[in-house]
């Protein structure tokens, strides 16, 4: 019967190359064109149908023994195949021990960051809120809600970088004194706020200006604030920030929104008042401007400047930040330089 001995030549061929396959993809091949679908078997069973009864039983008994013994030796040989790429992969893969590590850099967190982070710790201990704002402003909160009227003179000290006529990258976060206020509900006490964030000028760049710094506003306005109170607050901050030992001096000075005005020096940290290159022999430093808020400003938030005061001041961080860490050149904070963010970074 020539159907039962293709079936052995298939099946002796087959196996022989099952046994020789050293390729997984191969040995599915291999299971493909013998029996699957369309494979050799296939094929020779479709002789079938000319044989007899006794035949058939007999061709389909061989060719189920045949079909079990490919499953069993196709099952051996994958986990084989299988097996050893596993094995050839971790041979790959194999880990030195011995290696030296790599070390891993640790950032550190910016000079500014951590100049501003102990400012606000100081005030959060005062009482203060932390409100921020955004660097985008209005004509009419940067300025004229300052008591700073368009075409008023000490525009020119703050020119900036203009979106439209009407917005502005602000020029100082004084514009918050405004907003907060609006907001703030007085029948549940002072107002006191801090509000620190990036603004912009249009200033020549140089190793104390840059046309972007960082700046802190301040504000308190209740019913019985004094200049006293301003001055014993800033004295407090500054010790805190530089030391016990810091003197602070109020000089009179300009804001069109405060009224009087002063700007504070911090006795110089170099050579404590006696005079030296750091502090251009005058044994003091600038750090803020502040004042006690403008009549005006108070009013035009809605409040009656009769029965509420207050003061505010605007600190510049990159200034504190000098002085603390002795930083020579302001352009250092922008640049990004590995050498300076690790040298002063906490
Ligand atoms: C102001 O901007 C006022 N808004 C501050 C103020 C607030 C006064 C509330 C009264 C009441 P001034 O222009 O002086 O003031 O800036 C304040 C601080 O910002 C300065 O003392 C200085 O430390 C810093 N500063 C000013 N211009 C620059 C600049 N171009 N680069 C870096 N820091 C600057």
């Given at each position: ?190 107002l006191r706020m801090i509000s620190p964030g ?110 509420y005061q207050g003061f505010a001041f605007g ?17 250092g904070f922008y640049q990004g330089d590995v ?8």
């Amino acid at each position: 019967m020539t159907l039962q001995s293709d079936i052995e030549n298939l099946q002796t061929k087959t196996l022989a190359d099952l046994a020789a396959t050293t390729d997984l993809q191969k040995l599915e091949a291999l299971r493909l064109e013998t029996v699957g679908k369309k494979g050799a078997l296939t094929e020779i069973l479709k002789g079938m149908r000319e044989l007899s009864d006794d035949d058939k039983k007999t061709v389909g008994a061989l060719a189920n023994a045949f079909r079990d013994a490919f499953a069993s030796q196709f099952e051996a040989k994958k986990s084989e195949l299988e097996l050893e790429s596993i094995n050839a992969q971790l041979g790959k893969e194999t880990l030195d021990v011995t290696l030296p590590g790599r070390r891993q850099k640790q950032g550190t967190r910016h000079v500014l960051t951590q100049t501003l982070e102990e400012l606000e710790a100081i005030f959060l201990g005062m009482g203060y809120e932390i409100v921020e704002g955004d660097e985008v402003e209005t004509d009419y909160y940067n300025f004229e809600r300052v008591n700073l009227p368009k075409n008023h003179p000490a525009r020119d000290m703050q020119d900036s970088f203009y979106i439209t006529e009407e917005t502005l990258l602000r020029t100082h976060t004084s514009g918050m004194q405004a907003r907060v206020m609006e907001k703030h509900d007085f029948s549940q006490g002072d107002l006191r706020m801090i509000s620190p964030g990036r603004v912009y000028r249009r200033d020549t760049d140089d190793a104390t200006h840059s046309h972007q710094f960082h700046q802190l506003e301040g504000m308190v306005i209740g019913e019985h604030v004094t200049m006293g109170d301003l001055k014993g607050t800033l004295e407090l901050v500054i010790r805190q920030m530089f030391g016990a030992d810091r003197e602070i001096r109020l000089r009179p000075s300009y804001f069109p929104f405060t009224e009087p005005s002063v700007e504070v020096d911090v006795s110089c940290f170099k050579c404590g008042g006696a005079g030296c290159n750091v502090c251009k022999h005058t044994g003091w430093i600038e750090i803020l401007g502040a004042g006690m808020t403008h009549p005006n400003v108070i009013e035009m938030s809605g409040l009656d400047p009769n029965i509420y005061q207050g003061f505010a001041f605007g600190i510049g961080q990159e200034r504190i930040a000098m002085l603390k860490y002795g930083i020579t050149d302001i352009r250092g904070f922008y640049q990004g330089d590995v050498r300076f963010l690790e040298e002063f970074g906490n």
